[in-house]
């Protein structure tokens, strides 16, 4: 695994936030994989932002947090990916994602959506669906100083904004996504957590 190894992200793992984090920090440098997403994809992640919250986010947040992602991975955004979605076979509401990850080049959709990316529908494009959860698994496995240290950052991060936040608490706050991966991290680290 390396850093130029592409995985297309599916909105549904860009819309919780303390999942959304993790994953793209391991995008950052020195990036462990190289993230794809469509304008599709982020109009999904906005329109979650905006009703699935307990507090949603403004039209200006939802417009704020796009900018950012897009500021921090410039070649990141597919585009003419449209023309495929027809000839495609996974679920209907899931085609512009599987046509992104094949324009994108992608080897992976990370998504919790896997019923809707069945391997007979993935194997002539030779891309594979893998949950967040195994994916972070593999990340860890492949690099674990690396994850440990998106955490440690994370955790500096929010205390900076006046909220003390451990790396052990940042990994809690993934239990709700991927608690195998919380499960492993917090046993293989020694972290006694909540």
């Not at 998106?150 to 809690?172: F, P």
């Amino acid at each position: 695994m390396c850093g130029d190894f592409i995985v297309c992200l599916d909105a549904c793992v860009l819309f919780p936030p303390a999942l959304c984090d993790v994953l793209l920090r391991l995008a950052e440098h020195p990036r462990l994989y190289r993230p794809v997403f469509s304008d599709d994809i982020l109009a999904e992640v906005r329109r979650c932002q905006m009703t699935r919250f307990k507090k949603p986010y403004t039209e200006q947040q939802a417009d704020h947090w796009r900018a950012e992602v897009l500021n921090a991975f410039p070649d990141a955004l597919v585009t003419n990916y449209q023309q495929i979605i027809p000839i495609l076979g996974n679920h209907e509401k899931d085609r512009h994602v599987l046509a992104a990850a094949i324009k994108g080049q992608a080897q992976h959709i990370v998504t919790a959506n896997l019923k809707d990316f069945r391997t007979e529908h993935l194997q002539d494009w030779d891309i594979t669906a893998i949950h967040p959860q195994s994916y972070l698994l593999t990340l860890f496995e492949h690099s674990p100083e690396r994850v440990t240290d998106c955490l440690r950052k994370i955790a500096r991060d929010r205390s900076k904004k006046g909220h003390e936040v451990s790396a052990e608490q940042v990994l809690t706050n993934l239990r709700a996504t991927v608690p195998q991966f919380v499960t492993e991290v917090a046993r293989d680290l020694g972290w006694e957590l909540d």
